[in-house]
């Protein structure tokens, strides 16, 4: 049997979050983000192309290191408005039958006994479609509104990202045992308190005594995605995600990053073919070759460059406006997001000047752009899948939603017809569909399975 590609569709709760300056297209439909109808259309086009989720994709702070404003930012609506992206999963989960959804929420600006509750919640709404993105958040203005005097070094973020998951495992794997609920109305016992335990964790970040508010949902602990670019980061996905989301701009970089993944994984003592790896695409179709890349430079010059800057910026913790267009970006250390600097710092192709990675950066993120046939776009998705060992793909938009509806109407189908994409759901939770069906919950090799709440016993 060929290999099985996986998709999700990647967004967020805000305008034209991932192509700067795309809001001015005729066919950008972004500005409706504030409407449940809108987020019930993206979904089901999703669930036509048999997509695995939606990801949805969050920041809590304004991108304001470009210029030491946030106003740049402001004027040309770089991820702002910024709503809430927990709140419309029950209405699309209502409207769709498989579809998942991957929500992001930081570990350093939420606390594991809340957040254990509201993804719990959310699990047994939809039945078990419910992902977590795992962000430790980059942005100063991120700390600085929410209570702390700056932003948490890099390393000290992931040390309160290890011990916070290790709550909510011990909440969600360990606190409930599966038969709890007796719902025994004539010996009028709903639960047996026997079978609810208290996790007693004291550790440097966190006191949770627990229990757990909620019964385990179907799928008791939500897949895990997480985007670890650094050395740090990459331990943290290799150690904890079972996907892992990653930016590249050529197939080698994907090569090197999936060897490694795999490789710190199995360090781990983890099954390495049980992270699945979802690069970022930007696909951009047409008819024909000539048709997609004049469609290329049309969404070229929508693109806003001051505010591709101000993302920049705010993705890298650098702040270009002091730098000449034409400066090549130089390799640093950031304690933003190390991956998006690395994109044009390390490019073992390609030095980027300033000018090239904003004009880069303004579509997609800076992920590498799929331009084509549906063909070609399905040839080169097979290439990554197979040659740089990818399991799936994000796919970015310019235009939203009409970059998803163009993909599920014109390349899915060309996947299809290869056999190396589904044309029917395995499966109704989220886990299931990505790992097969039967696989609702974490496998035993995973570090959540390994604690014990009833000794001190860490896997940190």
Same mark, same amino acid.
């Given at each position: ?28 439909? $972004?500005?409706?983000? +504030? ?12 669930? %036509? ?26 004027? +040309? ?39 254990? =509750? ?60 599966? @038969?709890?609920?007796?719902?025994? =109305? ?5 639960? @047996?308190?026997? %079978? ?55 197939? #080698?970089?994907? %090569? ?12 781990? $003592? ?27 430079? #049309? ?26 267009? @034409? ?5 640093? %250390? ?5 991956? +998006? ?5 390390? @490019? ?17 993120? $800076? ?37 998803? =509806? ?12 290869? $056999?190396?994409? =589904? ?28 604690? +014990? ?8």
């Amino acid at each position: 049997m060929k290999k099985q590609i996986h998709l999700n569709g990647f967004i967020q709760n805000s305008p034209s979050p991932h192509s700067t300056g795309l809001w001015k297209h005729e066919k950008n439909q $972004g500005h409706q983000h +504030n409407r449940l109808s809108y987020w019930v259309e993206v979904a089901q086009t999703l669930e %036509k192309g048999k997509f695995d989720a939606l990801f949805i994709a969050d920041v809590l702070g304004t991108y304001s290191v470009y210029k030491k404003s946030y106003k740049p930012a402001v004027e +040309n609506a770089v991820q702002i408005p910024a709503h809430d992206p927990m709140l419309p999963i029950s209405a699309m989960a209502l409207a769709t039958e498989h579809l998942g959804y991957a929500v992001t929420i930081s570990t350093t600006y939420s606390q594991p006994y809340a957040l254990a =509750r509201q993804l719990s919640t959310l699990d047994h709404l939809t039945e078990g479609r419910i992902g977590w993105n795992i962000v430790t958040s980059y942005l100063e203005s991120e700390a600085i509104n929410l209570g702390l005097s700056g932003r948490l070094p890099h390393d000290l973020r992931y040390d309160r990202a290890e011990e916070f998951l290790e709550v909510v495992y011990k909440l969600w794997e360990h606190s409930w045992e599966s @038969d709890a609920i007796v719902f025994d =109305r004539e010996n009028e016992v709903f639960i @047996d308190p026997d %079978k609810v335990h208290a996790i007693h964790h004291k550790g440097e970040f966190f006191s949770v005594p627990g229990p757990h508010l909620l019964e385990p949902s179907p799928q008791r602990t939500p897949v895990l995605f997480q985007a670890g670019s650094s050395p740090k980061g990459r331990r943290f996905a290799a150690q904890h995600a079972e996907a892992v989301f990653t930016k590249n701009h050529s197939l #080698d970089g994907l %090569k090197a990053y999936t060897e490694d993944i795999r490789k710190l994984a199995k360090e781990y $003592g983890r099954d390495p073919k049980q992270i699945l790896i979802f690069p970022l695409i930007l696909p951009i179709v047409g008819s024909t070759e000539e048709e997609a890349y004049t469609k290329y430079e #049309d969404l070229k010059n929508h693109v806003s460059y001051e505010g591709t800057l101000a993302l920049l910026s705010g993705h890298t913790g650098i702040d270009f406006s002091a730098y000449d267009p @034409d400066q090549y970006i130089k390799d640093m %250390k950031t304690e933003a997001v190390q991956g +998006n600097l690395d994109l044009y710092a390390k @490019d073992p192709n390609k030095k980027w000047t300033l000018r090239e990675a904003v004009l880069n950066h303004g579509l997609g993120n $800076g992920t590498v752009k799929f331009i084509g046939t549906p063909e070609q776009i399905a040839d080169k998705i097979e290439e990554w899948a197979i040659e740089g060992d990818a399991d799936g793909f994000n796919i970015a938009q310019t235009y939203s939603p009409g970059t998803f =509806r163009e993909f599920v109407d014109y390349v899915v189908p060309e996947l299809q017809k290869r $056999g190396i994409y =589904r044309e029917e759901y395995e499966a109704k939770t989220l886990r299931e569909n990505m790992f097969g069906k039967g696989a609702v919950y974490l496998p035993d090799h995973h570090p959540a399975k390994k604690l +014990n709440i009833f000794s001190e016993q860490s896997f940190i």
